[in-house]
């Protein structure tokens, strides 16, 4: 699956949108607005699926010292799926990832956020 395929679609329409929206007639602005509606909740959906798929998945050290990742099945919680999927100036639950010293939250000792690992 190509997770930036949807994005450059997205993108796409974005840019005609803001070059001719103010020649659309308001049905055809309506139209706009139903569509990016839809697609925010299509949106949802993904993530959702992927988050529980995350949540699902944790790594295993094998005997010989190579790691797997095993799918546990749906309603597995791998404990630090939300860390790996928030952006890092997200809040979580009821406590924020806290930058290290140079403002970045994945240098901060106490953070298991890493980089290269938030949703987009």
């Known amino acids: 699956m190509e997770a930036s395929a949807g994005a450059a679609t997205l993108e796409g329409r974005y840019a005609a949108l803001c070059e001719g929206a103010a020649e659309l007639s308001t049905d055809e602005l309506l139209d706009v607005i139903e569509l990016a509606q839809r697609e925010k909740d299509a949106a949802s959906a993904r993530q959702a699926v992927a988050l529980a798929h995350l949540s ?10 190579t790691s797997v990742e095993v799918h546990h ?48």
């Open 56 to 65: 699902a998945r944790e790594s295993h050290l094998c005997e010989d010292g």
């Open 73 to 120: 099945g749906l309603g597995h919680q791998r404990l630090d799926a939300p860390e790996l999927a928030a952006p890092p100036d997200r809040v979580l639950g009821a406590r924020r990832l806290s930058p290290g010293p140079d403002g970045d939250p994945a240098a901060d000792p106490h953070s298991r956020r890493r980089r290269g690992h938030g949703l987009r």
